[in-house]
C-alpha cells in the first residue's frame, strides 16, 4: 500500500479504485468537496507518453499492414499494426521494455520503448528487411578503403 498522490488519495474518503494499465485509464470513487452529489466518480491517468510504432518495409519505406508486436517482455500480449503499418500506446512513466516486432516472410527486430511521463509524443520507425532482401556488406572510409567500426 502506498500514496498515490493528492490526484488519487485526498483528504476526504476515496475508495473503488480501479486501474487499466494498458488504456492508462481508471476511476476513483470519493466524497472530496467540489464534486456534484455525494460520491462521485473521478477518472483518472497516469502521466503518460504517447508513442506510435511505424514499421515498414526496408527495401522501398512501404507499410507493413499485420505485423506483431509483442509485449510479452513488459508482462502484455501481442497486437498487430494497421493498414498503415502503425501501432498507436501509451507508456506510463518508468516503463522500459524490449519489443518484438515480426512479420512472417520479414526478419524480426527488437525495440526497446521507455517512457519519461512528460506527456511526449514519440515515434519509432522500424524497417523490416524481406527474408532474402536483406542487404549484405561493409562500410569502408572512402579515402582509405578501410573498415570503419
Known sequence: VFHMGNGINSQRDDYGFIFDNVRNLGYV??????????EDLYKVTRAADNVVILVKNASDG????GATIDFSACGEGAFQTDAKGAYNLQIVQG????????KEGYLSKSLQIS???????????VM??????????RVVNYSTNLPLE
Not at 29 to 38: L, Q, T
Not at 62 to 65: E, H, L, M, N, Q
Not at 128 to 137: Q, T, V
Open 95 to 102: 516503463l522500459t521494455c524490449n519489443l518484438l516486432i515480426q
Open 29 to 38: 470513487v470519493s466524497n472530496r468537496p467540489g464534486g456534484r452529489g455525494n
Open 62 to 65: 512501404s507499410p507493413v499492414a
Open 128 to 137: 523490416l528487411s524481406r527474408i532474402g532482401e536483406e542487404y549484405l556488406g
Open 115 to 125: 517512457a519519461s511521463g512528460a506527456r511526449e509524443t514519440k515515434e519509432f520507425q
